[in-house]
Nanobody, 121 residues
C-alpha cells in the first residue's frame, strides 16, 4: 500500500516561509516522480511544483521565484519550500506521486491527505 504523508502546514504570517514535507512509503521512491498541488478556498486543485525521478524540476509560473521543490531519496521525502507567503497561499497542499508500488509493475498515481496552510497578517 502506498502512503504519502504530508506535514509542515499550519498558521504562518504574511511574508514568512514554510517547508512542507511528504514522506512516501510503499512506492519505489527513487524511480518515481512527485508533485505538489494546492487547493485554495473555493477553487479547484492546482499544480504548484513537480520533480522527476532524475531531479528535473518544474514550477508553476505563478509560483516561480517563491517555490522550491526538492527530494531526498535516502529519506524518501519530497519537500516544498515557499517564501514570501501571502494570503493567496492559504490552501490545502497535497503531495502526488507517480510511480510503481514495491509489489507491482504498473505505474500509477497516488495522493496524500493534504496539509493545511493558513497565511495570516
Amino acid at each position: 500500500q502506498v502512503q504519502l504523508v504530508e506535514s509542515g502546514g499550519g498558521l504562518v504570517q504574511t511574508g514568512g516561509s514554510l517547508r512542507l514535507s511528504c514522506v512516501a512509503s510503499g512506492i519505489l521512491f527513487s524511480g518515481s516522480g512527485f508533485a505538489w498541488y494546492r487547493q485554495q478556498p473555493g477553487s479547484q486543485r492546482s499544480f504548484v511544483a513537480g520533480i522527476n525521478y532524475d531531479g528535473y524540476r518544474s514550477v508553476d509560473d505563478s509560483m516561480k521565484g517563491r517555490a522550491t521543490i526538492s527530494r531526498d531519496n535516502a529519506r524518501k521525502t519530497v519537500y516544498l519550500q515557499i517564501d514570501s507567503l501571502n494570503a493567496e497561499d492559504t490552501a490545502v497542499y497535497y503531495c502526488k506521486a507517480r510511480g510503481r508500488r514495491s509489489d507491482a509493475d504498473a505505474v500509477d498515481e497516488y495522493w496524500g491527505q493534504g496539509t493545511q496552510v493558513v497565511v495570516s497578517s
